[in-house]
């Protein structure tokens, strides 16, 4: 059986159902680790945005980050060692945010396609490689494959005290690019001497920053509004051919994308995927110590009360949640 615990509307009562059957291309994935973020709450209070991730049917099986054991495996999954998939394997990832899913993380079994996984590295924990996923593979999608983020370029991060904004620092650093990181008093220190990013603005301090950097004369090759904050006018900041990211399609989003028709500037909005080759590389960085996940804190599933009261307050990184053994 699997056991979820959010039904639609705040009613936080467990709903048990038949364990899922992988299909041909798919694996049985028991959860260990799941973790909270923001779309939570999107899917929860009905928002535009939670539209776009979740189907809204009752009862909402809520959870998007993953890390468990392989149990089953479909009869099509190679498992050869070029995906290194096995029962038993310990693969982290995240479900696909679209409007037709169904399954969440929370739940003590999931289906996954061999190919939107990845074997956890042995040196990673499974709270950091469930903790990850999401918010690393968004950063990544977003200025790398979206912006086309390349080394010696300059990159603009706004958000960088949270999930994907601190992941995008540390992958920006990672391809060789000159990152400047806007975020509030308290993750200055964090967001420059520990994720390294070149220069550190305070917009509690200078909450007008987009118009002194272009009183400064600044141009980016890539903005990443992790935040979903920025003014419309922030294209001004883009140099020739720059491209500026949004996390969720907002109206500035789409009034920017309009704006920019008949430019050389692009503007985009990121729908993550998670993908082997993607979370291969991610499992490589937080292995290799180039990529810091923090863990401000861990509950039991049963505690989601709890857990999503602490993820809306004051914390220090991912709320992380036990799922296995933990209902």
């Not at 200025?143 to 086309?148: C, R, S, T």
């Not at 920019?260 to 503007?267: E, N, Q, Y």
Request: aromatic fraction near 8%; charge should be neutral.
């Amino acid at each position: 059986m699997k056991a979820v615990q959010f039904k639609f509307g705040g009613d936080h009562s467990i709903v048990k159902v038949p364990s899922p059957t992988p299909r041909s291309d798919e694996v049985l994935v028991k959860v260990q680790y799941s973790a909270l973020d923001t779309s939570h709450e999107a899917v929860l209070n009905k928002t535009i945005p939670g539209y776009f991730i979740h189907t809204l049917k009752e009862p909402l099986y809520l959870g998007y980050h993953y890390c468990g054991t392989v149990e089953e495996i479909g009869a099509d999954v190679d498992t050869t060692s070029d995906t290194g998939l096995t029962k038993g394997s310990e693969v982290f990832g995240f479900l696909q945010c679209v409007p037709s899913q169904t399954q969440g993380a929370f739940a003590e079994y999931i289906t996954v396609k061999a190919t939107d996984c990845a074997v956890k590295p042995a040196g990673v924990s499974s709270q950091i490689a469930a903790a990850s996923a999401t918010e690393a593979i968004t950063a990544l999608q977003a200025i790398f494959n979206l912006g086309g983020l390349d080394k010696g370029q300059h990159i603009l991060i706004v958000g960088a005290g949270g999930g994907v904004g601190s992941a995008a620092v540390q992958i920006a650093k990672q391809l060789g690019a000159t990152v400047t990181a806007v975020c509030s008093t308290k993750d200055v220190d964090r967001v420059q001497q520990q994720w390294g990013a070149d220069t550190v603005v305070d917009r509690t301090v200078d909450p007008q920053y987009t118009t002194t950097l272009l009183q400064e004369g600044v141009r980016f090759d890539v903005i990443l509004d992790a935040c979903n904050a920025l003014p419309a006018s922030a294209t001004k900041l883009l140099k020739p051919k720059g491209a500026i990211v949004n996390t969720i399609p907002t109206f500035t989003f789409m009034w920017n994308k309009i704006k920019t028709l008949i430019s050389s500037k692009r503007v985009y909005f990121v729908e993550c995927h998670s993908t082997k080759s993607d979370l291969d590389l991610i499992g490589k960085w937080l292995d290799e110590g180039h990529l810091d996940i923090p863990i401000d804190s861990t509950f039991k599933v049963r505690d989601m009360q709890s857990a999503m009261a602490k993820h809306a307050g004051r914390k220090t990184g991912r709320v992380s949640i036990q799922v296995e053994d933990a209902w």
